[in-house]
């Protein structure tokens, strides 16, 4: 009997298409794959490769929202889990993985100290939270331990040094000393203990936002967009730096 991850892919080749968000025939991101060389890889170091570059090359912080194109969230640079998953499935299809979008809400004290003062009073008590399930050696593995940034998680280390049980500044994990975050063909997190709703999993990012939304809206998504993320990423900014 095939198990679920062979079931779906043969029945939903969906899960390597693009869409809006999922954008990778953009240039930019096929210069990228063809300049990378990930697509001569073996699967296993296939998906490492991509996933150890959004893990690490698009640093942790705030874009203006969730529902961005792949494209434009390597066009800044910077994700949280959002627009990195939207970044990794791009890329993952980009290269003939198979993977899908899960979602879900976190608990708002997740973000506490990563996101401070008005940004965090202006947060809903439960956030729009995802990661992404990737077909590999006939299962579904979740990626979720990309969203902060290798440097970005040292500093915390070094702030509160072996810590097992921790939740704030972007993580919750059952041990933030070693919070198993590597691709090591298993599942990664980093936040997974701070997930509140369960939406269950989407071939997309845009399947998901149509039915769910994201997080603000009217005049706090202005606020936000303009004025706020930009001192949240300074924040951030100051905890990679380990800036206390």
């Known amino acids: 009997m095939p198990n679920e991850a062979e079931t779906t892919m043969d029945a939903q080749p969906r899960l390597l298409q693009p869409t809006r968000l999922l954008d990778f025939t953009h240039p930019a991101i096929e210069a990228l794959v063809q300049e990378r060389g990930w697509r001569q890889l073996p699967t296993h170091d296939r998906i490492g490769a991509v996933y150890d570059f959004v893990r690490n090359e698009i640093a942790f912080g705030y874009n203006e929202g969730d529902e961005l194109p792949a494209s434009a969230v390597l066009a800044d640079g910077i994700g949280q889990c959002n627009t990195k998953s939207a970044l990794l499935m791009a890329l993952l299809r980009a290269v003939g993985i198979p993977c899908r979008f899960h979602g879900f809400t976190i608990d708002k004290p997740l973000q506490k100290g990563a996101i401070t003062g008005l940004a965090y ?26 969203i902060l940034d290798a440097a970005y998680l040292a500093s915390l280390q070094r ?3 072996n810590r097992q049980r921790f939740c704030g500044y972007g993580a919750a994990t059952p041990d933030l000393s070693a919070p ?48 706020i993320r930009h001192g949240m990423n300074r924040n951030v900014a100051r905890v990679r730096a380990s800036k206390w």
Do not use: C
Request: aromatic share 16%.
């Open 159 to 161: 702030r509160f040094p």
């Open 121 to 146: 009073a202006l947060a809903p008590q439960r956030i729009i939270h995802s990661w992404v399930e990737v077909a590999y050696d006939g299962r579904w593995v979740n990626l979720e331990g990309f």
């Open 180 to 227: 198993g975050v590597e691709w090591r063909g298993e599942d990664t997190h980093i936040q997974k203990e701070g997930i509140a709703d369960d939406f269950g999993t989407f071939d997309s990012p845009d399947e998901f936002y149509a039915r769910h939304g994201s997080n603000l809206s009217g005049v706090e998504r202005w606020l936000y967009q303009r004025v």
